[in-house]
Nanobody
């Protein structure tokens, strides 16, 4: 019965910024970890960032220094702020709740040159 919904994707030019949101139907405090994954055409789904309920964050080397993950427990929402976007960031971005995990439907991010 857990619903996870991503939003905020779209088309932006290289060098631009975008903020993605992930809203859960239950308290995200339920989950030790919330995470963002992405899957580019022809590639495996990869973990790009995660955050624990204590606020500890981790990032993939490919996005470190450019992306920031955060969470708002009161709003049951996790965010992914993306800056200095590159064409290589083009992918479907997915939110994952917990170790199970519960997956969102994904949101498309396309970076143009």
């Amino acid at each position: 019965q857990v619903q996870v919904v991503e939003s905020g994707g779209g088309l932006v030019q290289a060098g631009g910024s975008l903020r993605l949101s992930c809203a859960a139907s239950i308290s995200i405090f339920t989950f030790m970890t919330m995470a963002w994954y992405r899957q580019a055409p022809g590639k495996e789904r990869e973990l790009i960032a995660d955050i624990t309920r204590g606020g500890t964050t981790n990032y993939a080397d490919s996005v470190k220094g450019r992306f920031t993950i955060s969470r708002d427990n009161a709003k049951d929402t996790v965010y992914l702020e993306m800056h200095s976007l590159k064409t290589e960031d083009t992918a479907v971005y997915y939110c994952a709740a917990g170790s199970r995990p519960y997956w969102g439907q994904g949101t498309q991010v396309t970076i143009s040159s």
